[in-house]
């Protein structure tokens, strides 16, 4: 479910040292399956330990995930990294704002959860999202930008050069192109 890495194991073990007896680490989404999902990790004492939390054992440490985050945690990664600036520990979990989907669910699942989980939180640093609006019957996906996306000069690039680019290697047989159907209006929320 959760890799940490073996940096991330030793920070986990060092900062439970100063805690009590018992103490684990928890692992949870807020929000979980929803654009507002977010990770955290904190510590979890023997009493705030629920019957239906799964128990992952690492090395000196457990962690403790709830019902309701544990599927939005699927591979899930833990690291601890250091750089120049200092130290800090990441959460990567790439399934927290949409539970993967099986790869027989319809073609519409599987492409909503790569836009979920691949291309939003890659246009999010400009403020950007996409939304799947249908799948022609021809195989083209008709995308709708918003955010910083929609108008911004360079969303042709974006959806040619990135996303149909990154939907047709994913779904080759499937899809034959994209295609935006925003009314773009250049404004102060486009990224510039």
């Known amino acids: 479910m959760i890799t940490i890495s073996e ?17 684990h680490i928890r692992v949870f989404v807020i929000s979980p399956g929803t654009a507002q999902a977010e990770c955290g990790v904190s510590y979890c004492p023997p009493d705030a330990v629920e019957a239906d939390d799964t128990e992952l054992e690492f ?3 457990n962690a403790m ?3 309701k985050s544990a599927p939005f945690l699927e591979e899930a990664t ?8 200092g130290s800090q520990l990441t959460l990567k979990a790439p399934n927290a704002k949409m539970r993967k989907v099986s790869d027989d669910a319809s073609l519409q699942e599987r492409i909503e959860y ?3 989980s691949e291309i939003n939180p890659q246009l999010a640093s400009h403020g950007g999202n996409i ?4 799948i022609t019957e021809d195989g083209i996906a008709v995308l ?4 910083g996306c929609n108008g911004c000069s360079m969303v042709d690039v974006t ?21 935006d159907v925003t009314e773009h209006q250049h404004g102060e929320h486009s990224y510039q």
């Open 78 to 85: 833990i690291d601890f990294v250091t750089d120049q600036l």
């Open 65 to 67: 995930v709830d019902e």
């Open 7 to 23: 940096a991330a194991q030793a920070h986990f073990v060092k900062l439970l040292s100063d805690q009590p007896e018992g103490t």
């Open 144 to 147: 709708q930008f918003g955010g």
């Open 59 to 61: 090395n000196g440490f």
């Open 114 to 116: 790569v836009i979920q």
């Open 131 to 134: 939304m799947l609006v249908e």
């Open 159 to 179: 959806l040619k050069d990135g996303i149909e680019k990154q939907l047709l290697d994913m779904f080759p047989s499937e899809l034959t192109g994209v295609k």
